[in-house]
């Protein structure tokens, strides 16, 4: 079985069909018995889009609907996991600072 986690970047890059993604991965994605992101991506997102730092090429609000018909699996944040999150090494200070606008 194959279970994929999409980060951020991918996420977007697959469900806008930017080049980004390679046909290899695309393949990998769409082949895949799960895929999922995490609810912390859309998060990431929303921020992303109010502070001016991102553009989508869909509506924000609309892009939940879109998950299982896609087949992607939203992943909730439980507290148990921030719990997890305080024990990984940190590679940098703004987890959500690193993102950019995509050109274009």
């Excluded at 194959?2 to 890059?13: N, R």
């Excluded at 980004?20 to 799960?34: D, Y």
């Excluded at 929303?46 to 879109?66: N, P, V, Y």
């Excluded at 896609?70 to 439980?78: F, M, N, Y």
């Amino acid at each position: 079985m194959s279970l994929l986690l999409l980060d951020t970047h991918a996420f977007i890059w697959f469900s806008e069909g930017d080049a980004n993604v390679s046909i290899a991965l695309r393949e990998q994605i769409e082949s895949a018995n799960q895929v999922c992101v995490s609810i912390a991506s859309f998060w990431e997102i929303a921020i992303k889009l109010h502070i001016g730092k991102l553009a989508l090429q869909t509506d924000f609000a609309t892009i939940e609907a879109k998950l299982a018909p896609a087949g992607i699996t939203l992943l909730p944040i439980l507290f148990i996991d921030t719990v997890q999150v305080r024990h990984l090494p940190l590679h940098h200070r703004d987890p959500f600072g690193c993102f950019a606008v995509p050109e274009g």
